[in-house]
């Protein structure tokens, strides 16, 4: 099995800034594209960035030039560093990574959540 903890989240005011980290941990023989989604009360989870295991990145519109995703691979680790904030930014952030458990099975994993709340 494999745990995605996600930590940084919190209330800031507009225009603030943010940093979430999600560690992945448990049976892992390597891990492929990580990313962050999140999901507004009322609507579906939407993609908010997403990068391979080599480094390539792909925002969302609506975060490009505000947000940044990377990771360590070293650590299973991906960071989304969130910047200029909105209000509209509000929502729970899940961190996601597609797995590989043996050097034959492979799954998709889902973080707890975490909150984040901008404030106007």
């Known amino acids: 099995q494999v745990q995605l903890v996600e930590s940084g989240g919190g209330l800031v005011q507009a225009g603030g800034f943010l940093r979430l980290s999600c560690a992945a941990s448990?049976?892992?023989?390597?891990?492929?594209?990580m990313g962050w989604y999140r999901q507004a009360p009322g609507k579906q989870r939407d993609l908010v960035a997403v990068?391979?295991?080599?480094?390539?990145?792909n925002y969302a519109d609506s975060v490009k030039a505000r947000f940044t995703i990377s990771r360590d691979n070293a650590k299973n680790t991906v960071y989304l560093q969130m910047n200029s904030l909105k209000p509209e930014d509000t929502a729970v952030y899940y961190c996601?990574?597609?797995?590989?458990?043996?050097?034959?099975?492979?799954?998709?994993?889902w973080g707890q959540g975490t909150q984040v709340t901008v404030s106007s």
């Open positions: 996601n990574a597609e797995v590989w458990t043996t050097a034959w099975e492979k799954h998709v994993y």
């Open positions: 448990g049976s892992i023989f390597r891990i492929n594209d």
């Open positions: 990068i391979t295991s080599g480094g390539r990145t």
